[in-house]
């Protein structure tokens, strides 16, 4: 494909002029339009080698009101995001809602240069198209236009280029070996290429192909394809508004009902003998498993829901009393802040996921979309519908990265929350625990258990299961959620060491 495009492409600079003027000033009333109307765009600039991306984003920009965008560059050895899954630094660089995100090179990386450069293996590519397909939809449902643009030239265009550019120690810096061995095995890098646009064209985030041997024709072009998409992309907006108005009739309320929580035997506990003998013991094996962690370097992901008042601090409190506290972090998650209400609703958590050898522990989760979201109609049917399988495609993403990921359902009976919630009222140091709020969630019990019955059977998964904790009895609560995430660990570790 991308050898049959007519690379001589040019225009004249009055035509250049005309256009760019033009499109231009159009592009500051639709960059405008998108913020009033609350639209997020990503732009992205990828390409051959030496194709001019900088050039022409600069050029782009030039049209645009500067408080309205942001320029990211991908830089494939930032050492920070190698410790990481490789979507998270583009995760957490998605603008917010009404903003515009400009990338020089993007997650595109790891099927273009990582794999020619063979830190891509073959075996892994098919993961990391998906990935990057799961990535891209889930920011496209949620709202984001996503525009990608391809620049291309020829082998030979490109090798004058990268001449000129050594030829000044200005801009020596900017071509590498491995700029100079792409060009030289040009058409093996241009098949790779074709092999990513192919795998990576959809309806919501197509490519567009730029002819960039000439500056000013690719400028013209790129201005356009921007211009044209943003016109669309609005007037689809107003009309799904005009259709949302038409049917505000009130659905009832599914229930995928398999009776998880029905089924979970509540009186098991422990002595307190038997507790603390097995807090000890578990506390010291957690103890040198950190240290390993670190070594091996493999990032933890440990997720707590439950009840109110079900033993969600108690349990990550022991927990954690052992680890050394510069290679965990303790996440409480609380209604979204301003900030973070406009971006997708898994953005705040991108940002706090752990890197190599570190441990993240989420006091509440993501699972709020499908749990408190979906009850409290905080967010659409279709949104939380369509969460659980975001949530699976996040979740297998962090694993295919060596985390270890597990989630804990502390469950307990509503006689219990009772007596745990009178117990706080009636206690000073424990009135801050308990709210309103907690009691007015008690009378939605059974629209709760209904969703967490359903969350439980469509998320849990053998990369990142949930565990059930049956915590009317804290003992026994305690020691189950240690013992779990020690076997685990114990586990992975093993399997790291095998290779």
Known sequence: MLEKIDLSKEVDKETYKKVVEEEGARLGLLQRECKAAGIPVMIVFDGMGAAGKGVQINRLIQALDPRGFSVHASNSSNEEAKLRPFLWQFWTQIPAKGRIAIFDRSWYQIVQEDRFDGATREKDLPGAYQDILSFEKQLSDDGMVIIKLFLHISQEEQKKRFKKLTNSKETAWRVSKQDWKRNKDYDEYLKINEEMLENTETEYAPWTIIEATD??????????????????????????ADQKADSQAVRPQERFHNGVLSGVDLTKSLTKEEYKKELSRLQK???KLHSELYRLRIPVVLGFEGWDAGGKGGAIKRLTSHLDPRGYQVNPTASPN??????????????NMPKAGHVAIFDRTWYGRVMVERIEGFCTEAEWKRAYQEINEMESHLANFGAVVLKFWLHIDKDEQERRFKERMETPAKQWKITDEDWRNREKWDQYEAAVDEMLVRTSTTYAPWIVVEGNDKYYARVKVLRTVVEALEEKIEQVKKG
Do not use: G, P
């Not at 790129?222 to 007037?235: D, F, G, H, N, P």
């Not at 900030?339 to 958590?349: A, C, M, N, T």
């Open 215 to 240: 500056k000013d024709y690719a400028a013209m072009k790129i201005l356009t394809t921007v211009t044209a998409r943003l016109a669309y992309e609005l007037e689809r907006k107003k009309e799904q």
């Open 285 to 287: 094996k957690l103890d």
């Open 338 to 351: 301003d900030i973070e209400k406009v971006h997708h609703y898994l953005w705040r958590f991108w940002n």
